[in-house]
């Protein structure tokens, strides 16, 4: 089955947007440095990565070795249609938020709204293609994006593919090197190692 442009793109798109956006970065500084709105914003940005991580390794116990051809329901699934892109978000504006500043977690949430509701619509085409009225009873029932706590079913038992689930342990794991980096910056910044160029809230 031919992968739709778009899903092909989603990679190399997210990390161009990444790159330029640790460009920013690198070169500016919050407006808020030494203050409690400073604090706030990071630790705010630490809970939402720490969300992020711990969810997408639950995603990847479900997923591993059953994302291609098999329909998975249940766990975070069962709540919501894309919980890997929702903890994605959730991740990525926490990462945004770890740079103390509103305009770089802004830049990431226009970033996300513009690109990955087409990748979730591909994706869905996709999927009704494999599966039919069984994904369409599922799209009908689940909610897209935003997770319905209240729906979650679990299994007693599932096999997972360790091998594969050891893989995704790395890319859950993202979110929290990239806030080390974001202090390495900081860091940088304190010591006069990168010079500062912007100051932005």
């Known amino acids: 089955m031919a992968i739709p442009i778009i899903e092909k ?3 190399p798109l997210s990390r ?3 790159i330029a956006l640790l460009i920013v970065i690198l070169f500016s500084e919050s407006k808020w440095d030494e203050s409690i709105i400073e604090l706030v ?4 940005g630490c809970f939402l990565v720490a969300i992020a ?3 997408r390794l639950w995603c990847s116990l479900y997923i591993a070795g059953y994302k291609t051809d098999t329909l998975i329901t249940q766990g975070p699934y069962s709540m919501c249609r894309h919980p890997l892109y929702f903890l994605s978000f959730l991740g990525a504006l926490g990462v945004g938020l770890a740079t103390e500043t509103l305009l770089i977690p802004l830049i990431i949430l226009i970033g996300f709204g513009l690109y990955y ?3 979730m619509r591909s994706e869905e085409a996709d999927l009704l293609q494999r599966h039919g009225d069984v994904y369409r ?3 009908d029932a689940t909610p897209l994006f935003f997770p319905n706590l209240s729906m979650l079913q679990e299994p007693q038992s599932y096999t997972v593919n360790t091998q594969i689930f050891r893989q995704h342990i790395f890319d859950a794991l993202w979110f929290i090197w990239l806030i080390g980096i974001m202090e390495i910056i900081e860091g940088f910044h304190k010591l006069g190692i990168i010079p500062t160029i912007l100051k932005v809230y």
Do not use: E, N, Q
Not at 41 to 44: K, R
């Open 9 to 11: 793109l989603r990679i």
């Open 117 to 119: 509701p087409y990748i």
């Open 41 to 44: 914003l990071f630790a705010g």
């Open 137 to 139: 009873s599922y799209r």
């Open 16 to 18: 161009l947007f990444a």
């Open 53 to 55: 991580s711990l969810g």
